[in-house]
């Protein structure tokens, strides 16, 4: 008999939910995870009592009550309302796109007239969008896709916005009421002290062999164990024999500033061209339950700067073209036939928010254990 009933590769949020419910189930688990520390990319350093999301600002927000009430089991929410300030060449507007961006941008007050200067700037783009370029203007005008759109999106994606699909600009609200919040969902917020908490409790009693890549000793781990649960990329399990998936890159420019408020909000996005990163985060402003740090004379602040990717980089976003899209669909036909069960961002290659990876844990434990 082998020693582990799951090998789960990989101590992201998908993997650790996991871990802790096979866990409770009684399975054997063994997890293992290349980086030097769990978390994934929701991994937080604490500096100067300030946590600080190490891999990109993650704020957690969901529909789903069955995940909402899940991770409240493990973390003490802290009610963050997302509202991130785009600068474009000094201009401040408000995001996502409401009636306080339009007032900023046209100075319109009411719904009926921003309404009527979106419907002037649409323009040619009347039928279905077939880009995101299309996209964006049918939603909101021309303006605002040049000043808060277009640059922002071309940096982060590294390709033009008519090479580009629309549904990645869907994601952002779009409302006619005077209405920061970056999200739609019903619950919000943020652990306070950072996640890292909450994976360490998930993982309580669980197994962890960190700075262990599966891949580098394969065959060992599947002597070990009677099924593998993956969750890095699913390319790269496969050693790219049917090709290269694209993923967008990023690099992370941490700062420790000698001042107690440098922006006066946690994002804030840098929509030119010209700027070469997308955001700069302000962490202490995450921490909305512990004023005391706003006192302190010390900030840190990470400049997130898209980058291409290249084997051996950390992937963060997966390109759900459609070329991409064929590809990865190929490489799932492929798993199907291996002992290994493929989740999470990356070995599912899809654009999952934190509770839609909790979501797809859930729902895989169960199957698993049924
Ligand atoms: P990951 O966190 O990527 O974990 C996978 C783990 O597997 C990694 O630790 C990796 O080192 C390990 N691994 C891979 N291959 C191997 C191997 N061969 N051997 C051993 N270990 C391996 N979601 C939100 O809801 N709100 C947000 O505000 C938000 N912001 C985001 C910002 C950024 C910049 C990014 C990139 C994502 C954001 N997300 C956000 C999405 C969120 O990060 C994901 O939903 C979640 O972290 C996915 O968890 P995961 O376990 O699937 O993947
Ligand atoms: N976006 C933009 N301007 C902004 C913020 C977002 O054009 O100021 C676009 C951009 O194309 C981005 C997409 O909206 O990829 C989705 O934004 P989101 O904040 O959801 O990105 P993520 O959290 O995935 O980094």
Not at 123 to 134: D, Q
Request: charged share 25%; proline share 4%; aromatic share 14%.
């Amino acid at each position: 008999m082998a020693q582990y009933d799951f090998v789960i590769v990989g101590a992201g949020l998908f993997g650790a939910v996991l871990a802790h419910e096979l866990h409770a189930a009684g399975r054997r688990v063994l997890v293992v995870e290349r980086r030097a520390a769990v978390g994934g990319n929701i991994r937080c350093e604490i500096r100067d009592g300030i946590p600080v999301h190490f891999y990109g600002a993650h704020i957690f927000h969901t529909s789903i009550r069955e995940v909402w009430d899940y991770m409240n089991r493990f973390a003490d929410f802290q009610p963050f309302i997302n509202s991130p300030v785009a600068n474009y060449k000094g201009e401040l507007y408000n995001l996502p796109f409401n009636m306080n961006t339009f007032y900023q941008m046209w100075g319109v007050r009411t719904p009926a007239e921003a309404r009527e200067k979106i419907d002037s700037q649409r323009g040619a783009v009347t039928s279905e969008p077939r880009n995101l370029e299309e996209q964006a203007i049918a939603l909101v005008g021309r303006d605002i896709y040049e000043k808060l759109i277009k640059g922002y999106t071309e940096k982060q994606w590294g390709r033009d916005c008519r090479e580009l699909p629309a549904f990645i600009i869907r994601r952002l609200p779009l409302r006619f009421t005077y209405d920061n919040n970056y999200f739609n969902d019903r619950w919000q917020g943020i652990p306070a002290g950072g996640y890292n908490g909450l994976i360490e409790k998930l993982l309580a009693g669980v197994e962890v062999s960190l700075e262990t890549d599966f891949l580098s000793d394969r065959e060992y781990f599947l002597q070990k164990t009677e099924k593998v649960i993956y969750t890095g990329a699913i390319d790269e399990y496969f050693d790219y024999e049917l090709g290269e998936l694209e993923y967008r890159g990023l690099r992370f420019e941490h700062e420790r500033l000698e001042t107690a408020n440098l922006q006066g909000v946690a994002v804030m996005n840098f929509t030119d061209r010209e700027t070469p990163y997308t955001r700069r985060i302000e962490h202490k402003h995450f921490e909305v339950g512990n004023p005391a740090l706003l006192e302190q004379p010390v900030t840190m602040v990470t400049k997130e700067y898209p980058a291409d990717w290249r084997r051996g980089d950390d992937a963060y976003y997966p390109v759900n073209d459609e070329k991409n899209q064929a590809l990865y669909e190929k490489y799932a036909a492929q798993a199907a036939s291996e002992r290994v069960i493929f989740g999470g961002r990356l070995g599912e290659y899809k654009y999952y928010d934190m509770d839609k990876t909790v979501e797809r844990a859930l729902a895989l434990a169960r199957s698993l254990t049924a």
